[in-house]
């Protein structure tokens, strides 16, 4: 293709050639624009104990979310998320709520370390089971959620107990006593797998438990700090904890193997949990600190995409499996929702799985038809695909108002709008181009009061700069000595001139101690060169 | 003897038919470009003065579009028939008078009750019997020349102070020429041509009028005039009675007196003298363009206005090609573009050399410098650019944009490139720039360091320094040989030498060569008018006004200073490797002098009005090209003489005299030895051709010390290529059709299954194929390749 040989337009600017090239301003990046465009609301929770749990029922159409607050399970359902009758557990603190891989049973341990299994269809009608084997708080429990398992259910608490239930019979298949030496707060089932699971405690080790052998854990790791979370990512491979402000990402298949760890939080990162994006189905690991953030980290890419602020400290986050809805409870009571604006019906509808997929799944792509609009105009947001051979639009050459106006030969006016840019650079660069023009001085003779205000404050500011002082102390005398009647007419101008004068002054005292030095310099020098 | 640097822009160039090919009118030939490459394909010579008008027969209409005959004009009073296919002349008419404009309208005349095509040429001459220097004499002549004939038919159809360019209407019914405040418009029957039947029609303005144009269809003409205004008559000639028309009726707008029109209109947007009107060939839009550089494109009916801007300089001329799908313009700093028409998009350039810049001011010299390894000419241009120019293959090479800034028609020049200077070998440039100064203020001198780019007469730009020697003027740059210094010298009373240093660490990390000065010298605070590096490096000289000194360039200490010259010295150079320096003083005084550095004394000298002289790089000889004051001749005219001297005798070698010497140039250059290895051989030494650029930059290069005058050929001829012959009609739209073949007779005799099987699987017609899932397991196993199972 001939490319136009004409010449391209100069816009008036001083030394091009010299000046740094600058970069693209940042833009918003996809993913940043995914997550704002959540709308955040906030769910009604009568009380202002601290909300430690939250989690999504992971096999119901609607989202349903069950959080703990004080002494009850409070469960919310559809979208927007409407409360349902609480489940009131004890009269003390309940941690924990855990639905079964169905979705059709939820477990909650108390300060007490009692475990007690409900039915989610019916919340009110009591506990199921009670499961009892904690001394302590059960902060630790887990359904598994690989291989539809229903049966069993995984149980730690402050009492550094580690327990591996068979809810039926209400009896524990093995139980660890002093599985950790400290606190266990955090714990997760592997997505791979029913008999695997984690559990992360206070003493900073994060231990791998099988459930096959039992007693003693396959592997066991240092997170380095308190651990305060623990979670598998989707294949099971990998594993995220969360500890002091770190978020760390290790490989379990091989050997806890430390993959990558992430500083981003300042304060001590409280939750981990799974987000999936609506729009590409790629899942985020999101990671709520008591700072107020929300961090959304690919660990595709091993990289922060994007935080959320948040009023308060946050304590726990939760995000439906259709990733329509992001819940963060704080630690005075509230919990902040944040829902997806633009959730289509067929997306609500869809049945969706708890389990996340590894490998992300590509946006389905609906027939259109002629009796659509977008059948007309599709195709036109298309991407380029490697190899194809691509036809740039020409660029839009933006061209500055003074540029416009040099062009139209209207000289004043471009002047002018150059010193109410109030940049120096482009000004003196017009002035240059006046000078060129030879239009430099009938400018100044024609400009009024207003404008000849605006020319002086910028000679006081910039005359004295060493990079423009030739031209404009030139054009600061060629001014007063055109101008003098109108300045003395006005007192306005009258003050830009007092300004002119006193940095005049203290630039030729500038001058004089330089001088001095020089003064000084010159014989040692000579001295030095002899 | 190569000559070359010939104005393409001196008559308006034409299209081929088939618009493929460009005549372009350069000196004494025509040269044919073709307009799809933009490369020079063929050129035609005969003429023995200027080519003034060159005009493409339209072609019968049964050989449509392969007709390739053309006729040209020139300034010996011949017109010329040529095949510009196969450059051939064909038949030269005799006018006898020098032609200063053509035009051949399609004309058919009665001859036997039958029509005949005749071509008949309306031609412009200029009387050269009358004297040139009454302004009051009607030198100019409007002639017709029956071409087949070859003799003059009727009479004169007017006279005119100076021959006027003839404008044609395309059906060939009107020609015009502007004159003074007047068109001059003569209907001609285009059907049973009579001289005496040609009407003459007059419209008057109160300006004078420059350019005219006719309506492709209708009867409209429009003037263009010195002030920038269009005016545009509508309907005239349609008055039965010539002098009769409406000279009651008023309601005629804007038609003076007793004008043969109804309505005359006046476009106004140029600000000066409109240099071409055109109409495109559907009669909705007029294109006029001028001084400003900008191709307006009028909407007649709305008025409308669309532009082309930034061609860079001032137009001169328009041309359409007969689709209309390519036009040309030409442009007065010696480049026509092609422009594709609708969007007005430059799709090719054909560039001559550049043209010196017009100045008033006698004082400003134009400045040439040669790459003399290269055989380049680097020439600063009107829009801040250095053209570089292959002298040997006369074409351009490239442009570097030295100052950014979009041109402008402006009367006084206010920013030029004042110097250009190129090191030996051609790896560095150097550019200083001048802004004036309005009224004191905002002056700028600007010292612009270049390095050589991958390609020849390619830069980048290395270093700029403002105001190098503070605010004064810069004199001279000159290169050291075999090391990166290079020294300015000032009228301030300074000179600096420059270095490059290699160790300036940009950010990146990537060491950055920049410029910067080692030392600065003065002596006794004098002008610095002159500055040479001898041959090997190892002494600079400095002419402080009328003193020699030398210098050594290291450690930028004076080592001898050489007695006085008559006048200031403009020019120092050291001859060859000798230790003769050359030095000429173009003041009140001139002088040629040449000195002897080792003993510091004045060897000889000349008292010689010298307008430029080089000196070879290897012997120690040097040119010099002085100025004939000869009483007659206007200055820009002046006739001039080479000089070639050797450095040990005061007798010149050998003398060549030169025309339109004022301004221009000189400079030895090396032969290319590819041309003539032989010639290389036998001489046994380096071979340097001597180059004189004119003042109209138009060049020759020769031999000084050989007389035999065809020893070096021009080697253009290798550029001229055959390129394919155009799409035509469905093709150039669509693109070639694949070629049908005719159907296969399907034979009646059994079918065989052979080898290749989907060669006759799939032929019949559908009905009576097996279904294709049948198919399709056969052709799939006859794609197989089948190989013999070897189990060893």
């Known amino acids: 293709m001939a490319a136009d040989t004409s010449k391209p337009l100069f816009p008036a600017a001083p030394h091009t050639s010299l000046l740094p090239s600058h970069g693209n301003p940042n833009r918003v990046s996809p993913e940043a624009s995914y997550w704002r465009n959540f709308r955040s609301s906030e769910l009604v929770t009568a009380s202002n104990y601290p909300v430690t749990h939250l989690t999504f029922s992971p096999a119901h159409a609607k989202p349903t979310l069950a959080a703990v607050s004080f002494a009850a399970v409070q469960l919310f359902t559809g979208d927007p998320l409407a409360p349902r009758p609480k489940i009131s557990v004890t009269k003390d603190f309940v941690f924990s709520p855990s639905f079964r891989s169905d979705?059709?049973?939820?477990?909650?341990?108390?300060?007490?370390?009692?475990?007690?299994?409900?039915?989610?269809?019916?919340?009110?009608?009591?506990?199921?089971?009670?499961l009892r084997a904690h001394s302590a708080e059960t902060r630790v429990v887990r359904y598994p959620v690989a291989g539809g398992d229903k049966i069993h259910l995984i149980t730690a608490g402050d009492d550094a107990l580690l327990a591996y239930w068979d809810v039926p019979s209400e009896t524990p298949v093995f139980t660890?006593?002093?599985?950790?030496?400290?606190?266990?707060?955090?714990?997760?089932?592997?997505?791979?797998?029913?008999?695997?699971?984690?559990?992360?405690?206070?003493?900073?080790?994060?231990?791998?438990?099988?459930?096959?052998?039992?007693?003693?854990?396959?592997?066991?790791?240092?997170?380095?700090?308190?651990?305060?979370?623990?979670?598998?990512?989707?294949s099971g491979g990998l594993l995220a904890t969360a500890g002091g402000n770190m978020v760390k990402i290790w490989d379990v298949i091989g050997g806890g193997r430390l993959v990558h760890s992430v500083e981003s939080h300042v304060k001590t990162v409280m939750a981990l949990a799974l987000g999936k994006m609506g729009t590409t189905g790629e899942t985020r690991l999101l990671s709520a600190g008591s700072d107020g953030y929300v961090k959304s980290?690919?660990?595709?890419?091993?990289?922060?995409?994007?935080?959320?602020?948040?009023?308060?400290?946050?304590?726990?986050?939760?995000?439906?499996?259709?990733?329509?809805?992001?819940?963060?409870?704080?630690?005075?009571?509230?919990?902040?929702?944040?829902?997806?604006?633009?959730?289509?019906?067929?997306?609500?509808?869809?049945?969706?799985?708890?389990?996340?997929?590894?490998?992300?799944?590509?946006?389905?792509?609906?027939?259109?038809?002629?009796?659509?609009?977008?059948?007309?105009?599709?195709?036109?947001?298309?991407?380029?695909?490697?190899?194809?051979?691509?036809?740039?639009?020409?660029?839009?050459?933006?061209?500055?108002?003074?540029?416009?106006?040099?062009?139209?030969?209207?000289?004043?006016?471009?002047?002018?709008?150059?010193?109410?840019?109030?940049?120096?650079?482009?000004?003196?660069?017009?002035?240059?181009?006046?000078?060129?023009?030879?239009?430099?001085?009938?400018?100044?003779?024609?400009?009024?009061?207003?404008?000849?205000?605006?020319?002086?404050?910028?000679?006081?500011?910039?005359?004295?700069?060493?990079?423009?002082?030739?031209?404009?102390?030139?054009?600061?005398?060629?001014?007063?000595?055109?101008?003098?009647?109108?300045?003395?007419?006005?007192?306005?101008?009258?003050?830009?001139?007092?300004?002119?004068?006193?940095?005049?002054?203290?630039?030729?005292?500038?001058?004089?101690?330089?001088q001095g030095i020089q003064g000084m310099v010159s014989p040692m020098l000579a001295l030095a060169s002899r | 003897m190569i000559t070359g640097g010939q104005s393409y822009v001196s008559a308006p160039p034409a299209f081929s038919a088939d618009g493929r090919l460009l005549l372009v009118c350069s000196g004494r030939s025509v040269s044919v470009f073709s307009t799809s490459t933009g490369m020079l394909v063929s050129e035609l010579e005969g003429h023995e003065g200027d080519v003034t008008a060159v005009v493409v027969v339209p072609p019968p209409a049964s050989v449509a579009k392969l007709a390739t005959y053309c006729w040209t004009a020139?300034?010996?009073?011949?017109?010329?028939?040529?095949?510009?296919?196969?450059?051939?002349?064909?038949?030269?008419?005799?006018?006898?008078?020098?032609?200063?404009?053509?035009?051949?309208?399609?004309?058919?005349?009665?001859?036997?009750?039958?029509?005949?095509?005749?071509?008949?040429?309306?031609?412009?001459?200029?009387?050269?019997?009358?004297?040139?220097?009454?302004?009051?004499?009607?030198?100019?002549?409007?002639?017709?020349?029956?071409?087949?004939?070859?003799?003059?038919?009727?009479?004169?159809?007017?006279?005119?102070?100076?021959?006027?360019?003839?404008?044609?209407?395309?059906?060939?019914?009107?020609?015009?020429?502007?004159?003074?405040?007047?068109?001059?418009?003569?209907?001609?029957?285009?059907?049973?041509?009579?001289?005496?039947?040609?009407?003459?029609?007059?419209?008057?303005?109160?300006?004078?009028?420059?350019?005219?144009?006719?309506?492709?269809?209708?009867?409209?003409?429009?003037?263009?005039?010195?002030?920038?205004?269009?005016?545009?008559?509508?309907?005239?000639?349609?008055?039965?009675?010539?002098?009769?028309?409406?000279?009651?009726?008023?309601?005629?707008?804007?038609?003076?007196?007793?004008?043969?029109?109804?309505?005359?209109?006046?476009?106004?947007?140029?600000?000066?003298?409109?240099?071409?009107?055109k109409f495109a060939s559907d009669g909705a839009y007029l294109f006029s363009g001028g001084m400003e550089g900008v191709i307006v494109v009028w909407h007649l009916d709305s008025g409308k206005r669309r532009y082309k801007p930034r061609l860079g300089s001032p137009l001169m001329f328009f041309v359409d090609s007969p689709d209309s799908s390519i036009s040309c313009v030409s442009c007065t700093s010696n480049q026509v573009h092609l422009l594709k028409m609708p969007n007005m998009e430059v799709l090719?350039?054909?560039?001559?050399?550049?043209?010196?810049?017009?100045?008033?001011?006698?004082?400003?010299?134009?400045?040439?410098?040669?790459?003399?390894?290269?055989?380049?000419?680097?020439?600063?241009?009107?829009?801040?650019?250095?053209?570089?120019?292959?002298?040997?293959?006369?074409?351009?090479?490239?442009?570097?944009?030295?100052?950014?800034?979009?041109?402008?028609?402006?009367?006084?020049?206010?920013?030029?490139?004042?110097?250009?200077?190129?090191?030996?070998?051609?790896?560095?440039?150097?550019?200083?720039?001048?802004?004036?100064?309005?009224?004191?203020?905002?002056?700028?001198?600007?010292?612009?360091?270049?390095?050589?780019?991958?390609?020849?007469?390619?830069?980048?730009?290395?270093?700029?320094?403002?105001?190098?020697?503070?605010?004064?003027?810069?004199?001279?740059?000159?290169?050291?040989?075999?090391?990166?210094?290079?020294?300015?010298?000032?009228?301030?009373?300074?000179?600096?030498?420059?270095?490059?240093?290699?160790?300036?660490?940009?950010?990146?990390?990537?060491?950055?060569?920049?410029?910067?000065?080692?030392?600065?010298?003065?002596?006794?605070?004098?002008?610095?008018?002159?500055?040479?590096?001898?041959?090997?490096?190892?002494?600079?000289?400095?002419?402080?006004?009328?003193?020699?000194?030398?210098?050594?360039?290291?450690?930028?200490?004076?080592?001898?200073?050489?007695?006085?010259?008559?006048?200031?010295?403009?020019?120092?150079?050291?001859?060859?490797?000798?230790?003769?320096?050359?030095?000429?003083?173009?003041?009140?005084?001139?002088?040629?002098?040449?000195?002897?550095?080792?003993?510091?004394?004045?060897?000889?000298?000349?008292?010689?009005?010298?307008?430029?002289?080089?000196?070879?790089?290897?012997?120690?000889?040097?040119?010099?090209?002085s100025l004939l004051s000869c009483p007659g001749g206007t200055p820009a005219e002046q006739d001039g003489v080479i000089l070639l001297f050797d450095a040990e005798n005061s007798s010149p070698v050998s003398s060549f005299s030169v025309k339109k010497a004022k301004g221009g140039s000189i400079a030895f250059v090396k032969d290319d030895s590819s041309m003539d290895a032989d010639t290389n051989a036998t001489r046994g030494e380096e071979a340097s051709l001597l180059v004189y650029v004119n003042g109209s930059h138009e060049y020759v290069i020769f031999d000084p010390r050989n007389n035999e005058v065809s020893q070096i050929s021009k080697h253009t001829q290798k550029n001229i290529q055959a390129d394919e012959p155009a799409r035509i009609g469905y093709a150039s739209i669509y693109g070639e059709l694949p070629k049908l073949e005719p159907k296969k007779e399907v034979s009646d005799i059994p079918f065989i299954p052979s080898e290749r099987p989907w060669e006759t699987i799939f032929t019949g017609s559908s009905h009576v194929l097996p279904p294709l899932t049948k198919l399709c397991s056969a052709f799939l196993a006859s794609l197989l390749e089948k190989r013999p199972v070897s189990n060893e």
Not at chain 1, 106 to 126: E, Q
Not at chain 1, 416 to 431: D, E, F, G, T
């Open chain 1, 103 to 130: 979705g059709a049973l939820l477990a909650a341990g108390d300060i007490k370390g009692v475990v007690r299994v409900f039915r989610v269809d019916k919340p009110t009608s009591g506990p199921l089971r009670t």
């Open chain 1, 176 to 234: 660890v006593p002093a599985a950790h030496r400290d606190y266990i707060r955090a714990g997760a089932p592997s997505p791979a797998d029913h008999n695997l699971f984690v559990t992360g405690s206070y003493d900073h080790s994060v231990k791998l438990w099988d459930a096959r052998t039992g007693k003693a854990p396959s592997l066991s790791f240092s997170h380095g700090a308190p651990v305060e979370s623990a979670l598998f990512l989707p």
């Open chain 1, 297 to 514: 980290f690919d660990y595709g890419e091993l990289k922060i995409t994007h935080s959320m602020r948040y009023p308060k400290q946050l304590l726990s986050v939760a995000c439906s499996p259709c990733g329509t809805v992001l819940v963060a409870g704080s630690s005075k009571g509230d919990i902040f929702v944040r829902r997806r604006k633009k959730a289509t019906e067929e997306e609500d509808e869809k049945v969706v799985s708890g389990v996340f997929d590894w490998t992300s799944p590509k946006p389905e792509k609906q027939a259109l038809k002629p009796s659509y609009y977008r059948y007309f105009s599709r195709g036109q947001n298309e991407k380029p695909k490697q190899g194809d051979f691509v036809i740039e639009r020409p660029k839009k050459v933006k061209i500055a108002e003074h540029d416009k106006l040099l062009r139209k030969f209207r000289h004043k006016e471009a002047l002018v709008s150059a010193l109410a840019k109030n940049n120096p650079r482009s000004v003196v660069a017009v002035m240059e181009e006046l000078v060129a023009r030879r239009k430099l001085v009938r400018c100044i003779g024609n400009l009024d009061v207003d404008e000849l205000g605006f020319l002086l404050e910028f000679l006081h500011r910039n005359a004295t700069l060493p990079r423009y002082a030739r031209l404009l102390l030139g054009v600061a005398n060629k001014v007063l000595e055109m101008r003098a009647e109108d300045i003395r007419s006005d007192g306005k101008l009258r003050g830009y001139i007092r300004n002119l004068k006193r940095m005049v002054v203290e630039e030729i005292q500038i001058q004089h101690t330089l």
């Open chain 2, 74 to 277: 020139g300034l010996d009073g011949a017109l010329i028939y040529w095949d510009f296919a196969a450059a051939e002349l064909v038949r030269k008419v005799h006018v006898g008078l020098p032609v200063h404009s053509m035009v051949i309208p399609n004309i058919t005349r009665t001859v036997k009750s039958t029509e005949v095509h005749t071509p008949l040429a309306f031609v412009s001459v200029e009387d050269t019997s009358k004297a040139a220097d009454n302004k009051k004499a009607l030198r100019g002549q409007v002639r017709i020349y029956d071409l087949t004939k070859g003799r003059q038919v009727g009479c004169l159809l007017a006279k005119t102070r100076k021959p006027e360019k003839i404008v044609a209407s395309v059906s060939g019914e009107f020609l015009g020429i502007a004159n003074k405040r007047q068109l001059y418009i003569w209907s001609v029957p285009t059907e049973g041509f009579k001289p005496e039947k040609i009407r003459k029609i007059k419209l008057s303005h109160t300006k004078n009028l420059t350019t005219l144009a006719f309506h492709p269809s209708e009867r409209i003409v429009a003037g263009g005039d010195s002030t920038g205004r269009i005016l545009v008559w509508r309907a005239f000639g349609k008055a039965k009675f010539s002098g009769t028309a409406g000279a009651a009726d008023d309601d005629r707008d804007g038609v003076r007196g007793q004008d043969d029109a109804d309505t005359c209109t006046t476009l106004h947007w140029h600000s000066s003298e409109v240099k071409f009107l």
């Open chain 2, 348 to 625: 090719k350039t054909i560039s001559g050399i550049k043209l010196p810049i017009a100045s008033p001011d006698l004082s400003r010299r134009d400045v040439c410098e040669f790459d003399c390894t290269n055989g380049l000419v680097a020439i600063p241009t009107e829009d801040y650019c250095i053209q570089f120019y292959s002298l040997f293959e006369n074409t351009e090479v490239s442009e570097v944009q030295v100052c950014e800034r979009n041109f402008q028609p402006v009367d006084d020049i206010t920013m030029s490139i004042s110097l250009v200077s190129l090191s030996i070998g051609g790896d560095f440039m150097c550019t200083v720039d001048v802004k004036l100064p309005e009224e004191e203020l905002g002056g700028l001198i600007t010292l612009k360091f270049w390095n050589h780019g991958s390609r020849a007469g390619q830069f980048h730009l290395s270093t700029i320094i403002y105001e190098p020697h503070s605010d004064a003027g810069i004199s001279a740059v000159a290169f050291r040989p075999g090391k990166n210094m290079a020294v300015s010298s000032s009228f301030g009373g300074n000179f600096k030498v420059w270095v490059q240093s290699s160790s300036l660490q940009s950010s990146e990390g990537k060491s950055q060569s920049g410029w910067r000065c080692q030392s600065v010298g003065s002596y006794k605070k004098k002008p610095m008018t002159a500055a040479a590096f001898s041959g090997d490096g190892s002494v600079l000289a400095v002419a402080a006004e009328s003193v020699i000194t030398l210098w050594d360039p290291d450690n930028n200490a004076l080592v001898g200073v050489i007695a006085e010259a008559l006048s200031p010295i403009t020019k120092l150079s050291f001859i060859g490797t000798s230790t003769y320096l050359m030095s000429l003083s173009q003041s009140s005084k001139p002088q040629v002098a040449v000195w002897n550095a080792s003993n510091l004394s004045m060897q000889w000298s000349y008292t010689l009005s010298a307008e430029a002289a080089c000196c070879s790089s290897s012997k120690s000889e040097f040119a010099v090209l």
